[in-house]
Nanobody, 128 residues
Framework: QVQLVESGGGLVQAGGSLRLSCAAS????????MAWFRQAPGKEREFVAG????????YYIDSVKGRFTISRDNAKNTVYLQMDSLKPEDTAVYYC?????????????????????WGQGTQVTVSS
């Protein structure tokens, strides 16, 4: 089983930045698409950003375009989410997930059911 461990969450003021990291235990990490999802209290888990195995295909939901950047370092088995210009509505638990495919299944409409492995989540809180 693949282990995914997120880090980098915390409390930040609106307009601030955070960088999330997700380290994977799987040696074949470089063959799989990865994604970040988030879940706010009382809401469904939603796709935030996804990246293909080589990084040549990237997707974002509209609400984070221009503010968030997903990237990966296959040599380190790690995927990142740089979050800038944070807003209170970005407050949620953020999860990284591994797809069984090399490209993000469903693009920017990727559903959580199409990802096999999940991290434990990291809390991001943006104060106004």
């Amino acid at each position: 089983q693949v282990q995914l461990v997120e880090s980098g969450g915390g409390l930040v003021q609106a307009g601030g930045s955070l960088r999330l990291s997700c380290a994977a235990s799987l040696r074949t990490f470089s063959s799989n698409a990865m994604a970040w999802f988030r879940q706010a209290p009382g809401k469904e888990r939603e796709f935030v950003a996804g990246i293909s195995w080589t990084g040549d295909s990237i997707y974002y939901i509209d609400s984070v375009k221009g503010r968030f950047t997903i990237s990966r370092d296959n040599a380190k088995n790690t995927v990142y989410l740089q979050m800038d210009s944070l807003k209170p509505e970005d407050t949620a638990v953020y999860y990284c997930a591994r797809a069984p495919t090399s490209y993000v299944p469903g693009g920017n409409r990727a559903g959580s059911g199409r990802f096999d492995d999940w991290g434990q989540g990291t809390q991001v809180t943006v104060s106004s």
